[in-house]
């Protein structure tokens, strides 16, 4: 019922930074958790990170320092800001949302957004 799109991908060097974004279609009444995944070729999909519907953030291990969770005013748009990018952080990242709507609860997915970091 709500859709997620990802922006803000694509290609850096090791050191920069780059910020994605995942537009929502609308709103979530009754919001759990919103996260960002990842997935390397090869590897599954992992959490980077997400944030509670009272804005507490929580970050996977390798990414702590360097990357912040965010949402903005309106609550419609998730971001991740990446800072010190590795070439370990080039996966395809997706963004999450597992969210109650009058009374169901959903999980959605956007398509994802590639990140390639080069050394």
């Known amino acids: 019922q709500v859709q997620l799109v990802e922006s803000g991908g694509g290609l850096v060097q090791a050191g920069g930074s780059l910020r994605l974004s995942c537009a929502t279609s609308g709103s979530f009444p009754i919001m759990n958790v919103m996260g960002w995944y990842r997935q390397a070729p090869g590897k599954q999909r992992e959490l980077v990170g997400s944030i509670t519907g009272d804005g507490a953030p929580s970050y996977a291990d390798p990414v702590k320092g360097r990357f912040t969770i965010s949402r903005d005013n309106a609550k419609t748009i998730l971001y991740l800001q990446m800072n010190s990018l590795k070439p370990e952080d080039t996966a395809v990242y997706y963004c999450?949302?597992?969210?109650?709507?009058?009374?169901?609860?959903?999980?959605?997915w956007g398509q994802g957004t590639q990140v390639t970091v080069s050394s």
């Open positions: 999450n949302a597992d969210y109650w709507r009058l009374g169901v609860k959903y999980n959605n």
